[in-house]
């Protein structure tokens, strides 16, 4: 197999970008970052993420997936999706629904507004991983997207894909940070791609000052408590009532530190999405109209609406909580009859509080 036969079967599918970086390299940066991962589980940082901790063995010592491991291929895949009207860093103001139905919209964060991106990646993965097969019949590979078993941020800067910023997320310094992070382990020895020169935030602060609930306590230090991400995405809770407000109008995710961010603004609308199924006309879209939401009356109904997307993290009773909120945020009176219902055909006592904090807030009695 030549280097530019696999640069070519990668471009061809679609990937944004991608470096390739000798398991001998990573494997030094990610021993670094093991004791940083150490420190942040210890400081409470991780909230409930159990699952973290419980991989990290296998997350910073990836040869426990394939022992003779000797280049890593890391692809990053652009999810950007373009503006409109409802993306804005000023969150707490209400906005419009589909057909402009007033104010009872929650908004979604792009990078869950198209198809689920794990079953998309992973086929793309696989059909990568076949190839380095076929051409190499002694390859071995182990693929990860996100939810196995990888620090995936960690590989794409040590592979070239950008620098960490303060926001923690990794910024591509000649595209923009949303887009997501992929990888092969394999035992193939493939030759590294350029190493590129980095930049790094210099004395800016954006993100850290623009975070609306605080959740970048130092630079390059995200405490999930805090965040709007975990507390609406991977949160079983609650939300606790001093970060509701907070949280503006964002029903699944949040974007704020990441729109701010002087290497994405006036550039992330340049990308395209390469991947198809990516685009927001193959999921949920930016929107989620709170009083469908207010409707779904079982699991099997919910999944019948969100299947196949990332909506479905957060489960029936998580997005239920999450558009409370934003329901009480929206300033719009006329979604109290629809709380008021709510709270009558729900038995769930999490849920029924997040709704009666949504219609007192309302009232302006919050
Ligand atoms: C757990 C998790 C979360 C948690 C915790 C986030 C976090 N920052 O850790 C929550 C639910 C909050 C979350 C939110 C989001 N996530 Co997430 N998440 C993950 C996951 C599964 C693990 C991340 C992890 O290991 N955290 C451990 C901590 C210690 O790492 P860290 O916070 O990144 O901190 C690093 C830097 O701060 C750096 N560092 C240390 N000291 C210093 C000092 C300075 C000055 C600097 C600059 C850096 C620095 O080292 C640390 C790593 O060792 C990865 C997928 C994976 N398998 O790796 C996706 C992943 C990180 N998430 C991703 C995305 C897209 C998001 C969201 C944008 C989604 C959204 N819109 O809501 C937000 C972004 C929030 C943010 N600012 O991070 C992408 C990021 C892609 C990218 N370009 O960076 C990933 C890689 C998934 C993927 N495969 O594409 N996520
Ligand atoms: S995702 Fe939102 S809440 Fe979390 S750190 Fe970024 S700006 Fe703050
Ligand atoms: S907003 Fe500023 S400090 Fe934050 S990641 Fe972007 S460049 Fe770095």
Partial sequence: MTQEGLEKFIIKQGWSMF???PFEVARKNLEKHEKVFQKWIENGFGADMD??????????????????VKS???????????????????DNRPINGPNNSPFNCGKVAR??????YHKIL???????????????????????????????RVL?????????????????????????????????DLKPTEVRHMPNCGDCQKCIN???????????????????????IENKGGIPENLRSKIGNRIFGCDACQEVCPFNVGRAHKQQITIDKLKLEYGKGDCLDLCEIFLIKSDDEFTKKFAGTPLMRA?????????CVVAGNSGNTMLIPHLEQFIKSTSDEMLAEHATWAILKLKNLK
């Avoid at 380095?132 to 939810?147: C, G, H, I, M, R």
């Fill in 156 to 188: 794409a800067e040590c592979a070239g894909l950008g620098f960490f910023g303060k926001n923690t997320c990794i910024i591509d310094p000649s595209r923009e940070s949303f887009f997501f992070i992929a990888s092969v382990l394999t035992n193939l």
């Fill in 210 to 232: 623009f975070c609306p609930t605080g959740a970048l306590v130092a630079p390059g230090v995200l405490d999930a408590r805090k965040c709007i991400s975990y507390l609406t």
């Fill in 122 to 152: 992973k086929k793309k993965l696989i059909e990568l991983s076949d190839f380095l097969k076929f051409e190499n019949p002694q390859a071995e590979t182990y693929v990860s997207v996100d939810s196995r078993p990888s620090v995936d």
């Fill in 111 to 116: 990078y869950a507004r198209g198809r689920d």
């Fill in 51 to 68: 699952y973290l901790k419980k991989m990290q063995k296998d997350r910073y010592h990836p040869e426990r997936k394939l022992a003779d």
């Fill in 19 to 21: 470096g390739i970086v």
């Fill in 315 to 323: 489960k029936r009773r998580g997005l239920l909580r999450n558009a």
């Fill in 72 to 90: 890593v291929i890391v692809l990053g895949a652009n999810y950007y999706s373009g503006d409109n009207s409802r993306d804005n860093s000023e």
